[in-house]
């Protein structure tokens, strides 16, 4: 069954750029979307098929989708962004990468 | 604005059936706009997908759920249910109900992103 590895945790500075990233086989050739969940709370689609953001989603958010590895960008991130992200595809169904827990020194 | 919103015991026994079921409200079920699914989240892991239908096609079951889910709907009641037979405390968890937009950026396909959520229900299968 097709797997997205994701980094347990990322750690950035406030105005540096924090980047989260999936991997899977070929993953490029898939549509990713991005999911960010606070303690409590359901998660919340932040990028869809890779880069594409839906509205309401600030532009400090961006994706990008090559060869073997996807990647959430988080621009100049804020306390506020604290949360766990979580990658998904669809290959014979939803699968969900693992999750990153985002901090924001 | 679509909102949905899981209803169901909090405390289900092992081996025993676990039935929720989502309200919509917003929008209808039989829409072609969006397609609808269930997705859990055990404590302290990641979401994992359960199942997910659009309009009058095909329903898609995690396979390694697929023997013990069933998906329904209640178009008079605009609602859909999960029913998980046979549970076990491996399937405790938030359980949520989700819809996702079938239609973005003038593209039309079932890409299976989820834009709304319903607010979640803790299930615990315990005896």
């Known amino acids: 069954s097709y797997e997205l590895t994701q980094p347990v945790s990322v750690s950035v500075a406030l105005g540096q750029t924090a980047k989260i990233t999936c991997g899977g086989d070929n993953i490029g050739s898939k549509n990713v979307h991005w999911y960010q969940q606070k303690p409590g709370q359901a998660p919340v689609l932040v990028i869809y098929?890779?880069?594409s953001r839906p509205s309401g989603v600030p532009e400090r958010f961006s994706g990008s989708n090559s060869g073997n590895t996807a990647t959430l960008t988080i621009s100049r991130p804020q306390a506020g962004d604290e949360a766990d992200y979580y990658c998904q595809v669809w290959d014979s169904g939803v699968i969900f990468g693992g999750g990153t827990k985002l901090t924001v020194l | 604005q679509l909102q949905l919103q899981e209803s169901g015991p909090g405390l289900v026994k092992p081996s025993e059936t676990l039935s929720l079921t989502c309200t919509v409200s917003?929008?209808?079920?039989?829409?072609?706009?969006?397609?609808w699914g269930w997705i859990r989240q055990p404590p302290g892991k990641g979401p994992e997908w359960i199942g997910s239908f659009y309009y009058s096609e095909s329903t898609y079951y995690n396979p390694s759920l697929k023997s013990r889910v069933t998906i329904s709907v209640d178009t008079s009641r605009n609602q859909f249910s999960l029913r998980l037979s046979s549970v076990t405390a491996a399937d405790t968890a938030v359980y949520y109900c989700?819809?996702?937009?079938?239609?973005?950026?003038?593209?039309?396909?079932?890409?299976?992103?989820?834009?709304?959520w319903g607010q979640g229900t803790l299930a615990t299968v315990s005896s």
């Open positions: 098929r890779d880069d």
């Open positions: 917003g929008g209808s079920i039989t829409t072609s706009s969006h397609y």
């Open positions: 989700t819809s996702g937009l079938y239609c973005r950026d003038g593209s039309c396909y079932l890409r299976w992103s989820w834009d709304y």
